[in-house]
């Protein structure tokens, strides 16, 4: 089945487009999970892993997909990325789809290894990638879409300095929505039965009116919308990146919804000790707010 | 001591610009290291880790650095990524200087932990960095350059597809020459006593006319030039992407040094038994070639 439409069935009977970013730091955790404040880099990969297994279990009823970032378990060595798999391994055993955030981007034979590592090892359901080699450096990974596979490709990201290259003004438009109208062609090969591509689009949830243009320019192109929360973005500014009925498009939130426990409101009524519940809270709090921008959507009311 | 020192040091020490890349791939493995044709993803680790550390220990006498490209590990899974680990630090031990080809690229928290797995865990001289998220990704890589760190950006990479994005035109030029003058500007505050930055660009060797003319767009930045050999890639035509003294440039080869048993002239001479000894003569007749297209290098003769 092809990606996009399994994207949109989780999303309907989820009931929302949410994702939940597993971007985990050790002086972060609750206390009740560390190893002390110096561990040992097989402690500290054992403390995330652990972390990262309860926010799968905690989250999993709530959400269609989860983002785990590879680097933030990278900084703990081997033993990290072997955390990494065991989360990507628990999130779908709960029927999470996973969406590994690695935005990588190499040349095709290189590119070919990565989606071996991210595709065939750890079978996650998409990745995220990196547009600026071309689409030799990406067919490795569609060659793997009659598999149910899809990917994200960085159009324009949530980041300051995305402009530095992404902005750049360029045949009547910028650098970015030249990328957008070779990725909206990309994706032509992989349109599934609702209508939307496997070929999606990261797009900074922090730039909403770049977002609005860009839905105009990739119709059928599902985007990821990262910055939701903690980097700034707002639910009703994101109204104009989902397409006709509240489709195409994931909102994640990463920091704001695994380390509610120490942000208000959530600190104040949970607690550390009850990290999981600020958790749950946090995550039925983002549901609420994104069914209050998007009121037409097909999953609201799930 | 800057990067772009301790490179141009190491250079016309070994007395050439040749960079060994360590891209493994389990089924063209000499067969003494092979588990059999269907092994374990932990016994195909350990034949290309066994494969990488021979490589190392062969080459150390006669390059200054070798580029293992992390992605060729990842396809093994955490043994894949235990097994980079392991070859880094033997050639760290050796001597060589590391360039970890990772093209990693997000945003700069999560560009930070990358910077911590590459530069603080394993402790390699340099990454490969994909620029496109412009410069706050790359901040958490630029303040490790005070230890002696340094980067490669992908600037005009070397596979065919790199002009779908990079070669567009814009400005009177092309995305590549605009991320040039970027590249540029970042490294001027990284320039050491030998004139050059520890901030240099990925520059395919494919395309030496592009090579030549983004030498002079970026005179103070070491370009690493994938390409030669089996991407087709000629010495003589690279001539114009060294600076003054033919300093200023690594030429990378992988499959054509690496699995230099498997290819005429060295099959024949050496076969799979003797895979180490033509490993070291098609790294001598790189040299060679080298030194013979760039006759005035500083390095030359050492």
């Known amino acids: ?35 002390g404040d110096t ?16 926010l799968v279990d905690v989250v999993a009823p ?18 990290g990325y072997r955390a990494y798999m065991n989360i990507v391994a628990r999130a779908r055993e709960k029927g999470l789809l996973v969406v590994a955030d690695a935005k990588r981007g190499d040349i095709g034979s290189t590119a070919e290894a990565y989606a071996v590592s991210l595709f065939d090892e750890m079978d996650v359901d998409a990745v995220t990638l990196s547009p600026w080699l071309g689409e030799d450096s990406l067919k490795p990974f569609f060659a793997r879409f009659d598999r149910g596979k899809g990917c994200f490709l960085l159009v324009k990201t949530s980041n300051p300095s995305s402009a530095d290259i992404q902005d750049r003004e360029q045949d009547g438009g910028t650098v970015f929505t030249s990328v957008a109208g070779l990725v909206r062609k990309w994706g032509d090969d992989f349109i599934g039965e609702r209508g939307l591509s ?7 949830a922090t730039f909403p009116e770049q977002a609005a243009d860009l839905r105009e320019r990739m119709p059928t192109t599902p985007f990821l919308l ?9 639910a009703e500014s994101l109204r104009n990146a989902f397409g006709p009925g509240g489709t195409g498009a994931l909102v994640n939130s990463s920091r704001g919804i695994i380390f509610a ?18 958790v ?16 037409d959507a097909t999953w609201a009311g799930a």
């Open 280 to 295: 749950r809270a946090a995550t039925l709090a983002m549901r609420a707010d994104l069914a209050g921008a998007v009121p």
């Open 1 to 35: 089945m092809n990606f996009a439409d399994r994207l949109t069935a989780a999303i309907e009977e989820k009931g929302t487009p949410s994702i939940v970013g597993i971007d985990p730091r050790y002086v972060m955790l609750p206390a009740e999970l560390k190893h």
């Open 198 to 204: 496997s070929v999606g689009a990261v797009v900074g």
């Open 62 to 79: 709530l959400v269609p997909a989860v983002k785990p970032n590879i680097a933030f378990f990278e900084q703990f060595g081997w033993e």
């Open 226 to 234: 990262p910055g939701y929360g903690a980097q700034g973005g707002k």
């Open 261 to 278: 426990f120490a942000r208000e409101p959530y600190a104040a009524e949970f607690g550390e000790d009850r990290w999981e519940d600020a």
């Open 39 to 54: 561990p040992t880099r097989a402690e500290a990969a054992s403390a995330v892993e652990a972390f990262g297994i309860r």
